[in-house]
């Protein structure tokens, strides 16, 4: 047992000393990790420290711009709440006054659609508002087999007129005239409109050819009476050429009417001036206004 005993305390000296160089060879490695690890951040410090930096600096902007929208948010609210408190006195003014409100807006609206439907001068339909009754009157007089007739009325030598006179004096003779048409017609759904300068086109729902030629005639006797003085003509006073034409729609194009008076008012005016042209086979001419007799001779039409 004695004889062992340096033997086993060698073994164990041995073992102690293997264990002591392999924690100096790990030392070692620590070591030299420990000094590539240091080189490293040596090496790279400062785009380390640049990153840094820039996070640094993001990360201020990020809360700046947080601020900033928190503010914006802030205010927002308050503009919101403000708002809200204005719509609830306008919501209670209104409810108040409701009554009131109603009856001014509308008239707004009524004085607003009369005046893009009339003609500023003599108050007349103007031509939208014609296209409007023409379109409604036309679908009636189709839908219920009836007669639709037109008069397309154009004051003779009106540009002398102007030029002799001056403007405002042709406005007023305009103004005359708008009277005179409107006191011919007496029927809900007669309309007279300004068509452009001084042309004026009558519509006349459920008139044949024979009733538009009695509104014609009187309107060419109403302006004769009335007299009014007009040196440049033949005749010493304004006159009317007059195209008339009646039908019984039975198709879409509503245009026809219009083209057909149109015709017709222009061989009036081809044809010597102050005179209806109204049949559509033969273009009869109404004679001078003058000749009595020979109004006798064509009767006395009347509307249905």
């Given at each position: ?243 008339l034409a009646a039908l019984v729609p039975d198709h879409d194009d509503r245009s026809t009417l ?47």
């Amino acid at each position: 047992m004695s004889g062992s005993t340096p033997y086993i305390q060698v073994l164990d000296i041995e073992q102690t000393l293997t264990e002591l160089n392999e924690m100096v060879s790990r030392l070692r490695q620590e070591r030299d990790d420990l000094e590539i690890a240091l080189t490293t951040a040596v090496e790279h410090g400062d785009a380390i420290e640049e990153q840094l930096e820039t996070a640094n600096r993001q990360l201020q902007n990020e809360v700046r711009e947080r601020r900033t929208i928190e503010k914006q948010l802030r205010d927002l609210v308050a503009t919101i709440t403000q708002k809200s408190r204005d719509l609830e006195v306008v919501l209670q003014t209104i409810t108040e006054h409701a009554d009131q409100i109603d009856l001014h807006w509308l008239q707004r609206y009524i004085e607003s659609e009369t005046s893009a439907r009339q003609d500023p001068l003599t108050g007349l339909a103007n031509r939208r508002m014609l296209d409007e009754a023409m379109e409604r009157e036309w679908s009636r007089a189709r839908r219920q087999g009836q007669p639709l007739a037109m008069l397309m009325c154009d004051v003779d030598h009106f540009k002398p007129y102007n030029d002799r006179y001056g403007h405002q004096a042709g406005d007023e003779c305009l103004c005359r005239l708008a009277e005179l048409f409107q006191g011919m017609l007496h029927r809900e759904g007669d309309l007279v409109a300004r068509y452009g300068g001084e042309e004026f086109v009558v519509l006349l729902p459920n008139t044949d050819e024979t009733g538009a030629l009695r509104v014609a005639q009187g309107i060419q006797d109403a302006l004769r009476n009335l007299d009014l003085g007009h040196e440049d003509t033949p005749l010493g006073r304004l006159t009317l050429s007059i195209g008339l034409a009646a039908l019984v729609p039975d198709h879409d194009d509503r245009s026809t009417l219009l083209a057909e008076v149109d015709r017709r008012l222009y061989l009036a005016k081809q044809q010597g001036r102050d005179r209806i042209v109204h049949a559509a086979d033969n273009n009869k001419i109404r004679e001078d206004l003058n000749d009595s007799g020979s109004r006798a001779d064509q009767g006395n039409p009347t509307r249905p």
